[in-house]
């Protein structure tokens, strides 16, 4: 148990549904991410927020829709996803402390998302 | 563009052997490097790095960077059927929000 908590853990959604993918941290983190994991390919970061605030959107299309209401929660909007979006999407959560970097990430167990 | 590269990308061993996995990396705003294990889903953290030279330890499991060179290893030694997993490093940059870049990941199958 790493302090972070995903919810669905499995999801099936068709190209035309909305549905919605929860991360729960409870370390008292400030800041939040997405991460991709496809086969065969690196973690790919999608969005970071700090604070609350959203600082990173790595390219992300818009089908893919972040919201922040508060430091210990996360959700990832779906809307109209193509298969190729079949992946596992990964919360995790760090501490930034005025400027201080060197921090790990904690990861949840994911949502495995499949689009058919 | 930062780029993580591991190799090697999978490696079978049996119980017992001691394997060496490496992580080489071109980044701009350096920070730190990590490793991580993934055994099923949720990665989870084994080190990080920000000096050069000087070796992390735990139990089995080792680490060393090398920032003048750009690259990290982890060592396992006496390897045992759970160390069976994904081997991620991630580098660890970011003038402003802090970000990981991941490599692809070493996967490790120990046999008995």
């Known amino acids: 148990e790493t302090g972070v908590t995903q919810t669905p853990r499995h999801l099936v959604m068709g190209m035309t549904n909305k549905k919605s993918l929860k991360c729960e941290q409870h370390?008292?983190?400030?800041?939040m991410y997405w991460y991709k994991q496809s086969a065969k390919k690196p973690l790919e970061l999608m969005f970071v927020?700090?604070?609350?605030?959203?600082?990173e959107n790595n390219s992300v299309p818009s089908r893919f829709s972040p919201e922040c209401p508060n430091s210990s929660h996360l959700f990832l909007h779906l809307h109209t996803l193509q298969p190729e979006d079949s992946a596992l999407y990964l919360c995790?959560?760090?501490?930034?402390?005025?400027?201080?970097?060197?921090?790990?990430?904690?990861f949840g167990q994911g949502t495995r998302l499949t689009v058919v | 563009e930062d780029k993580v590269v591991q190799s090697p990308l999978s490696l079978v061993v049996h119980e017992g052997d001691t394997v060496t996995l490496n992580c080489s990396y071109e980044?701009?705003?350096?920070?730190?490097l990590l490793w991580y294990k993934q055994e099923k889903k949720a990665p989870t953290f084994l080190f990080m790095l920000?000096?050069?030279?000087i070796e992390k330890k735990s139990g089995r499991l080792s680490s060393i960077l090398d920032k003048k060179e750009l690259f990290s290893i982890l060592n396992i030694t006496a390897t045992q059927t759970g160390d069976s997993a994904i081997y991620l490093c991630?580098?660890?940059?970011?003038?402003?929000?802090?970000?990981?870049?991941f490599g692809k990941g070493t996967k490790l199958s120990v046999i008995p």
């Open positions: 995790a959560s760090s501490q930034e402390a005025g400027g201080a970097f060197n921090t790990e990430a904690f």
């Open positions: 370390l008292g983190h400030n800041a």
């Open positions: 927020y700090s604070l609350e605030e959203r600082v």
């Open positions: 980044v701009t705003n350096f920070r730190s």
């Open positions: 920000t000096s050069s030279g």
């Open positions: 991630a580098v660890g940059t970011g003038a402003g929000s802090y970000q990981l870049t």
